[in-house]
């Protein structure tokens, strides 16, 4: 058989599983759309902040709340699904037949990456209509940094998929990795309010580097070529040098 078919057999299991899981579609595709929605009904976060450059913080978190969706899609969906996959003895089974390791991390990643971005396109609308945020301005800049951040997210995740053993430790992983994303992404102080030395150091982490090509592009500007460089040098370092070197069936 040839591996054309074989792929996209994998590709349907991977999405129709996906679609079993609410607490999946509720985290990845619909809590950073409602964590902006209850951000966006205090009153304070809808006046203008001089310490976000005149922006109002409702309008910081739109950026914050797009990698949200793409933090959790790649680090709390991708590595305890594959884990568990290995642990239950799915892999071995697997191995006996035509499909290749790079065949399911790349329907896990399609599957993820798709409601990650279904997730980011809530959000802008809910955005948009419910606090007028308006949208970005450099889109193509904007979507290329998102996508970008998505492909750092996925590979962390895959990253994680192959080094952990069990589904606890690839669960306990995901969650350890999940608050240093989040800080650096900006959910708890948006980047442009960081003092500078923060910021610098926090520009050379993958999600940092991405929200600064976010706001850049939101902006109306061409996000900076170090910002998208540093973004897919973590990409394809975590992606090529760790997760597809070191996946194993068992």
């Known amino acids: ?25 509720f985290w990845i ?31 910081a978190y739109v950026p914050v709340a ?12 991708m590595p305890p699904t594959l884990t568990g996959y290995r642990e239950t003895g799915i892999l071995r089974r697997m191995s006996t037949t035509p499909v290749r390791p790079s065949a399911l991390l790349a329907a896990q990643m399609t599957v993820l990456g798709a409601a990650s971005m279904i997730s980011a396109l809530l959000t802008l609308a809910v955005g948009r209509l419910a606090f007028d945020v308006a949208l970005p301005r450099q889109p193509l ?17 895959a990253l994680l998929s192959a080094l952990a053993r069990t589904a606890k430790i690839a669960t306990a992983a995901g969650s350890t990795a999940l608050f240093p994303a989040m800080f650096t992404a900006g959910v708890w102080l948006p980047v442009e309010a960081m003092p500078d030395l923060m910021a610098d150091i926090v520009g050379r982490t993958p999600f940092g580097a991405a929200a600064q090509a976010l706001n850049e592009a939101s902006a109306g500007h061409w996000p900076g070529a170090g910002h998208l460089a540093v973004t897919a040098g973590w990409a394809v370092l975590l992606l090529t040098a760790g997760a597809v070197r070191w996946f194993r069936w068992e």
Request: aromatic share 4%; with cysteine.
């Open 141 to 157: 800049g904007h979507l290329l940094a998102l996508l970008l951040a998505l492909a750092a997210s996925l590979s962390l995740g």
């Open 29 to 59: 595709m619909l809590f950073p759309t409602l964590l902006l929605a209850i951000l966006g009904c205090i009153p304070s976060f809808r006046e203008a902040d001089p310490a976000l450059g005149g922006l109002r913080p409702v309008d």
């Open 1 to 25: 058989m040839s591996t054309g078919p074989v792929n996209t057999a994998v590709l349907r299991t991977e999405f129709r599983l996906f679609r079993r899981e609410p607490a999946g579609i």
């Open 66 to 77: 797009l990698l949200l969706g793409l933090i959790i899609g790649g680090l709390q969906g």
